[in-house]
């Protein structure tokens, strides 16, 4: 079992920054593919960035460029970096861990607010 905890979120004008840590406990996550991902009300939970155990990496559109996905083995926790926010960003977002062979298992954080408004 891997058991995840976001934290970071908070209340953010636009053009703001934000940094989201979500740290694991259970198992090594460097052995896991990362992910965040982010839900609005009303809307379905969709990708914004994943990251390999290796160095790959990969975006949605909608927040290339702005975003930077990243982890730290030694402190077995993956970041997300959140600059030029706008209002759309505005979701729960939730740190996703699913083990590099093993693809079944899949776990999920509890997610973090982040509100993007003036």
């Known amino acids: 079992q891997v058991q995840l905890v976001e934290s970071g979120g908070g209340l953010v004008q636009p053009g703001g920054s934000l940094r989201l840590s979500c740290a694991a406990s259970?198992?090594?996550?460097?052995?896991?593919?990362m992910g965040w991902y982010r839900q609005a009300p009303g809307k379905e939970r969709e990708l914004v960035a994943t990251i390999s155990t290796g160095t790959s990496t990969n975006y949605a559109e909608s927040v290339k460029g702005r975003f930077t996905i990243s982890r730290d083995n030694a402190k077995n926790t993956v970041y997300l970096q959140m600059n030029s926010l706008k209002p759309e960003d505005t979701a729960v977002y939730y740190c996703?861990?699913?083990?590099?062979?093993?693809?079944?298992?899949?776990?999920w954080g509890q997610g973090t607010q982040v509100t993007v408004s003036s």
């Open positions: 996703n861990a699913r083990h590099w062979l093993l693809s079944s298992n899949d776990y």
């Open positions: 259970g198992s090594s996550l460097s052995i896991h593919i």
